[in-house]
């Protein structure tokens, strides 16, 4: 007998985390400067965050092969404890958060200056820095003229 599709089967998806993290990352085994299992498992885990491991493993990311795999995989699953491609859950929600904020900061600098407003006087108007106003004034121009 066939399986009836339902809502959920569509909802389910997008709702799990997107795919698995790349099974033969150099994490998998014992790497690096981390002299046993258990230690570099709970760095890994998320339930460790001693600067010094977690600059051990972030060591062991940076010559890991499936780096790239596992950013892209740490970024769309929005896994929240992970020590992923050389980055904390948290650093990746720091990074998360201020992307929304760069881009709601260009969002009101490029109407601004559509609006014949200099980078002074909107740097004076909204608080924003003088010099990530003109940066995103830059970066604005070079994404009209690309
Ligand atoms: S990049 Fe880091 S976390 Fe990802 S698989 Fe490799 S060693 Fe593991």
């Given at each position: 007998m066939q399986a009836q599709s339902t809502a959920l089967d569509t909802l389910y998806p997008p709702l799990t985390?997107?795919?698995?993290?790349?099974?033969?990352?150099?994490?998998?085994?014992?790497?690096?400067?981390?002299?046993?299992q258990a230690t570099q498992q709970a760095v890994f885990d998320g339930d460790v965050d001693a600067p010094a491991l977690v600059a051990a493993a972030r060591r062991v990311c940076a010559t890991c092969p499936v780096l790239r795999e596992c950013r892209t995989y740490a970024e769309d699953s929005l896994d929240q404890f992970t020590f992923l491609a050389g980055r904390s859950a948290e650093e990746r929600a720091t990074g998360r958060r201020r992307a929304t904020t760069t881009q709601h900061r260009r969002t009101i600098v490029g109407r601004m200056r559509a609006a014949g407003i200099s980078s002074k006087e909107i740097s004076f108007y909204t608080s924003y820095p003088l010099r990530s106003v003109e940066g995103d004034a830059a970066h604005l121009a070079t994404a009209k003229a690309g």
């Open positions: 985390a997107v795919g698995t993290p790349p099974p033969s990352g150099s994490c998998a085994r014992l790497a690096g400067d981390f002299t046993d």
